[in-house]
């Protein structure tokens, strides 16, 4: 069964850049892999931020950008705000099924 | 604009069965795919699977086939998560999600499901 993993969590002080990766069992992370990436607050459904690798949604701000870094999905939040802290999940798509990563806490501090 | 609405929270014995409900409006049902995620209590996300909204065709991903059944009606754009034979680990929050060209950009609110005796 393929295994997507996300660092378990992190933290970042506010105005900062932070890095979350996204590596899959089967190898590297391709944009065959069609990453997407999810915020998910606590009692609160999960909202989509990326697509695609590196497409954001019309309401994503700025300051998270999707990438592919050595063999893994990566999602960069530059100028870290208090309310980014929260669960981020990446998803791959894997031909006709996807599979989520564990998701990382992400803390500002 | 794009909603999907879920059905309310439910308590159920084990053995029971439940059906939860995602109804969709603001665009047309049958032109995207509804997935369906669970997320048992403190945990991760996790894949279920997918409905093709235009030939009723499911798909589930391993760990969720057998007691678990993906339905459509489409005549009220609403999609269906039956599980059979609960058990106290099918305790979670289901979602339904739309899948689109760009990914699962639009996700119902969840739905709790409780089994408990």
């Known amino acids: 069964q393929t295994v997507v993993t996300q660092e378990p969590s992190l933290t970042v002080s506010p105005g900062g850049t932070v890095t979350l990766t996204c590596a899959s069992s089967t190898g590297a992370v391709t944009s065959g892999n069609y990453p997407n990436w999810f915020q998910q607050k606590p009692g609160q459904a999960p909202r989509a931020l990326i697509y695609?690798?590196?497409n954001k949604h019309s309401w994503t701000p700025a300051r998270f950008s999707g990438s592919l870094l050595g063999g893994k999905a990566a999602l960069t939040l530059s100028g870290v705000q208090p309310e980014d802290e929260a669960e981020y999940y990446c998803l791959l798509y894997y031909g006709g099924t996807r599979v989520f990563g564990g998701g990382t806490k992400l803390t500002v501090l | 604009q794009v909603q999907l609405v879920q059905s309310g929270s439910e308590l159920k014995k084990p053995g029971a069965s439940v059906k939860v409900s995602c109804k969709a409006s603001g665009y047309t049902f049958t032109n995207y795919g509804m997935n369906w995620v669970r997320q048992a209590p403190g945990q991760g996300l996790e894949y279920m699977g997918w409905?093709?909204?235009?030939?009723?065709?499911?798909t589930y991903a391993q760990g969720f086939t057998g007691r678990f059944v993906f339905s459509l009606d489409t005549s009220v754009s609403t999609a269906y998560l039956q599980i059979s034979s609960l058990k106290a680990e099918d305790t979670a929050v289901y979602y339904c999600?739309?899948?689109?060209?760009?990914?699962?950009?639009?996700w119902g609110q969840g739905t709790l499901v409780t089994v408990s005796s």
């Open positions: 409905i093709n909204t235009n030939t009723g065709n499911p």
């Open positions: 999600a739309r899948e689109a060209a760009a990914g699962f950009e639009s």
């Open positions: 695609s690798t590196v």
